[in-house]
């Protein structure tokens, strides 16, 4: 089992930046795919951007692609910049075997945390 703990999320206006963070603990790899997926209401929940544990490449979507920066050290971040009212949603920090962006593929999940950009 994984356990998975989110933080830093906020209401910022638009323009700005906020910082996630996702911790890590149980029985974590360093061959784990870790991704941000985000939810907004109505709607279904979307890949952000994905890094294997052990480092090396990153796969952003598209409508966050040149903003957003996932990172990792001893835990997951995603660095949000320049932020939009459409990027408001619950944000999800999820661990898989797999670099995909579906989130099916991905068996441990954080709970989640509010992100909201005001216009």
């Known amino acids: 089992q994984v356990q998975l703990v989110e933080s830093g999320g906020g209401l910022v206006q638009a323009g700005g930046s906020l910082r996630l963070s996702c911790a890590a603990s149980?029985?974590?790899?360093?061959?784990?795919?870790m991704g941000w997926f985000r939810q907004a209401p109505g709607k279904e929940r979307e890949f952000v951007a994905a890094?294997?544990?052990?480092?090396g490449s990153t796969y952003y979507a598209n409508s966050v692609k040149g903003r957003f920066t996932i990172s990792r050290d001893n835990a997951l971040y995603l660095q949000m910049n320049s932020l939009k009212p459409e990027d408001t949603a619950v944000y999800y920090c999820?661990?898989?075997?797999?670099?995909?962006?579906?989130?099916?593929?991905?068996?441990?999940w954080g709970q989640g945390t509010q992100v909201t950009v005001s216009s």
């Open positions: 999820a661990a898989g075997p797999v670099v995909v962006t579906s989130a099916l593929s991905y068996p441990y």
């Open positions: 890094i294997r544990w052990s480092g």
């Open positions: 149980g029985r974590t790899s360093s061959n784990y795919a």
